[in-house]
């Protein structure tokens, strides 16, 4: 079984190697012990794995913001919303005017409902 959590870190320069890698390394350790809890292993007939899950910090490919732009929720909700349809992480600084109006205009629209 291949786990493992990918960090889509865009902001590079703000933090050393490693340091966000120890940061998410309490959640890698926990996470198996959760899936076990909830019975996943059972339900899947398969043999627990409690081993913590491979934490890689990505670097190539992921687009980074502007240093002190304050967009890092912006970014955070562009990454998932991006993997959740596959579709390429072909954005960047120069986007998040529009990225922030559209996340409002969505908000709206759910609120409305």
Known sequence: MHRQILIYDSSIKGF???VI?????PLAMLL????DACRLYEQ???TPDLTPFHVIRLKDGVPQQTVNSGDCGVYVCMFIEFLMCCHPL???P???SFFRT???IDLWKCAKK
Request: aromatic share 8%; glycine share 12%; net charge negative.
């Open 32 to 35: 198996p012990r959760y899936l």
């Open 102 to 104: 559209k996340m409002a």
């Open 90 to 92: 072909d954005f960047g």
């Open 44 to 46: 899947r007939q398969i």
């Open 94 to 96: 120069e986007h998040g």
């Open 16 to 18: 050393a190697d490693g």
């Open 21 to 25: 890698e120890n940061h998410v390394l």
